[in-house]
């Protein structure tokens, strides 16, 4: 079983950057689908990102596309999540979920994910 710790989150002002971190232990992350998803307050969980095991394939919410970008670091045994031009509305808390072998396309709904990590709060400021 892979356990995820999420880092990187903070307080940043509209149309700045932040690099989040989805640091793996207990088994590597490489054969791990990994996707990113954040839930605002009173709000579903909702998809932002996902990147395949080999790192080949990458998926976007239609919201952050061309904003955010989803990287591996398998020798790292980690997932980052590079956010740039950072909106008021992007204010969430920020989870990575892995899950074995999967088709990355599957990981890009709550349920396709086995495991999560506790979450990294990201707030943006007008």
């Known amino acids: 079983q892979v356990q995820l710790v999420e880092s990187g989150g903070g307080l940043v002002q509209s149309g700045g950057s932040l690099r989040l971190s989805c640091e793996a232990s207990?088994?590597?992350?490489?054969?791990?689908?990994v996707g990113w998803f954040r839930q605002a307050p009173g709000k579903e969980r909702e998809f932002v990102a996902a990147?395949?095991?080999?790192?080949?394939?990458?998926f976007y919410a239609d919201s952050v596309k061309g904003r955010f970008t989803i990287s591996r670091d398998n020798a790292e045994n980690a997932v980052a999540l590079q956010m740039n031009s950072l909106k008021p509305e992007d204010t969430a808390v920020y989870y990575c979920?892995?899950?074995?072998?999967?088709?990355?396309?599957?990981?890009?709904?709550?349920?396709?994910?086995?495991?999560w990590g506790k979450g990294t709060l990201v707030t943006v400021s007008s």
């Open positions: 979920g892995a899950s074995l072998f999967a088709p990355v396309h599957t990981i890009r709904v709550v349920n396709g994910i086995n495991f």
């Open positions: 207990g088994r590597t992350v490489t054969n791990y689908a």
């Open positions: 990147i395949s095991w080999s790192g080949g394939s990458t």
